[in-house]
């Protein structure tokens, strides 16, 4: 399979970090798109500098770049995920603002109908943002807020991160082992037979 992840400038670098890890273990061929603004929070809340997230996909382009294969519809991929989503960013895709790589790739994957995710962090959301967010949804794009499933008895923020990764991978059709899955990781009196080591 080949996965197109972008990465934003909102907080949350570690479900786009999470999610490169897990594609990179399946196999899965990325090509990573990163804003400027979300190389500050990676650098910021995952410690890690450009060279250190470029060696997690297999192919990283400039966003600027609008000659990169990921630009074109005859570029075929098996999806497009934004993890996480800026509101500018879901501003811009709603509205068909392909002012960037990213916007670009994910205005083709939607005028492609190809599957495109979205992680939108921001709280509290205004009407605003939800306006945009529901123009997209109509348009086939998935909202995948980040919220953690707390039913699933998570032991640590990594834990309830690979969910929310897991959740994602289910969403691409991709087999994976990261987290459990209700009602699979229950006993016979209902409560919780804990998380894959």
């Not at 519809?73 to 989503?85: E, I, Q, R, W």
């Not at 923020?157 to 991978?169: F, G, K, P, S, Y």
């Not at 087999?175 to 899955?181: D, G, L, S, T």
Request: aromatic fraction near 6%; hydrophobic fraction near 50%.
């Amino acid at each position: 399979m080949r996965i197109v992840v972008a990465m934003t400038g909102a907080s949350g670098a570690v479900y786009g970090l999470t999610l490169l890890e897990e594609l990179r273990a399946l196999g899965v061929e990325t090509h990573l798109l990163v804003s400027r603004a979300a190389r500050f929070i990676v650098a910021e809340e995952a410690d890690l500098s450009f060279d250190d997230l470029r060696a997690l996909a297999s192919y990283t382009y400039d966003v600027d770049d609008l000659r990169a294969p990921v630009a074109s519809g005859s570029f075929p991929h098996d999806g497009m995920v934004v993890a996480p989503c800026s509101m500018r960013t879901c501003a811009a895709i709603a509205h068909g603002l392909a002012d960037n790589l990213i916007t670009r790739a994910a205005d083709v994957a939607i005028k492609e109908q190809r599957r495109l995710i979205l992680l939108p962090r921001e709280a509290p959301l205004s009407a605003l943002h939800l306006e945009n967010m529901l123009r997209l949804a109509r348009l086939g794009v998935i909202i995948f807020p980040p919220v953690p499933a707390f039913y699933l008895h998570p032991r640590s923020i990594t834990e309830m991160v690979r969910h929310t990764v897991a959740r994602i991978l289910d969403l691409l059709g991709l087999p994976h082992r990261i987290a459990p899955r209700w009602p699979e990781r229950l006993n016979a009196g209902g409560e919780s037979l804990g998380w894959p080591d």
